[in-house]
């Protein structure tokens, strides 16, 4: 067993308090992950992820940088991985998921913030994350207008470099995107010594497109009536999509999918017959926050999509292959990415598009559109994606929520209704 | 055999690990395989701990 003490005093962390957090997750593991029955074998690599989380791929990152690599640490499913792997840098996701950290983003932030701008800060400025201590340049971008002052205050301690995401999608919009592509291709060519080429940006371009299309395999899976994997199972692996890397995650994804094709055939679920099928919406789950899901599946219900950040907005849509030229490629790459459909955006109706088209692939029995608290264009969005699901006859619960457990027995008291009413 | 990759409980270890998850009527199997592949391996302990997904302790 490796002992990463050492490791994370030389990344100037706060040992005592992060064994805090330490103390808490495997208990917390054990209880989501390990008490589900008939998990797939091939879980095997991303259990081991998340055990070793603040361990084994940190080690990775600084064996990286030692060696004169630079690390991006990333926030949001916006920011383009391809033109950094393509500079030679590594993407790494700094989302963060716990209470643990919420405190310590309060002593910056006002209480009214939502839970993850707060962990974001908390993690930094605590000292209690080493991905937060590896990336040499965050970048940021202005999805919502939480995030973009916490980066004024992130950015008096580490650098930062905010991408300016457009509010609308207008031709003009799309064309201003790519221009803030290409001036993170100058930050990373710059920080990393390395030139973007045509050669380089195409092949990590097909690198990512081929995660995003391994996922998007995993997730079709969950489409079948007998259902071969955990929603709880799928989260945590869209999770450790932003950290990994992209090459081995997607080889352990592609493997993971071999197995639950077996199971496919054989008729294998990883629920009884008759157990509702519910589309999780809303904003985005950072790695460790497994509550919802946690909630769900235990209510007798299973999550079979999520159209969040840390579900089809990460993956769906390839980038397009035929650019011959860098700047034909970062169009390309701003085409794609400007397909997400976040709630920052003005008007936003390719979501709802999105949420009821998905409701019908995936066959569900309901809509679960969660929010964290103080999320303000997730939760005014929710009321308008409420009607629209009420239209199309797609019963919808909508629910806010933060970090903490203590609304944790309402809220299941909540699920446990609405599953039972759904589908009938 | 049943066999799970787990996280270290900490009453075992005071930094991060993996761990394999085993059933007890199993241990003497698993400590002879382990001996005849030449695993490396800090020790094989027993906890009472239950898994208990409604708990809803997240951390």
Redo the contacts between chains.
Sequence with gaps: ?????QMWKDLGMDVDNH?V????????????F???ENRPEKM?YF??V??????VRPAELVDFREKGGKVFGTFCAYVPDEVIFAAGGIATGLCAG???WVPGGEKYLPANTCPLIKAMLGARFDRTCPFYRLADVYIGETTCDGKKKAYEILGTDVPMHVMDLPQMKRDKDVKKWAEEIRELKALVEKETGNEVTPENLAENIKKINAKRSALKRLYDLRKEKNIPISGTDTLLISQIAYYDDPERFTQMVNTLCDELDQRVKDGVSVFPAGTKRILVTGTPMAI????MH??IE?SGAAVVCEETCTGTRYFENNVDESGKTVDEMIDKIAERYMGINCACFTPNTGRFDDVVRLAKEYDVDGVIDVTLKFCQTYDIEGATLEKRLQEENIPVLRIETD?T?AD??QL?TRIEAFCEVIGE | MYAQISPTPRELSVCCGISLLIHQEDIDTIRKLAEEQELEYIGIEGLDNEFNNRRHRYG
């Design positions: 067993m490796a002992d990463y003490h064994d957090l330490c103390n808490v997750l495997p208990g917390a593991i054990g209880d989501v390990l008490s589900q095997d259990d081991f998340l055990a070793e989380v603040h361990g716990s209470q643990f460790p926050n497994w509550k946690n909630l235990t970090y457990d944790a027995q299941k």
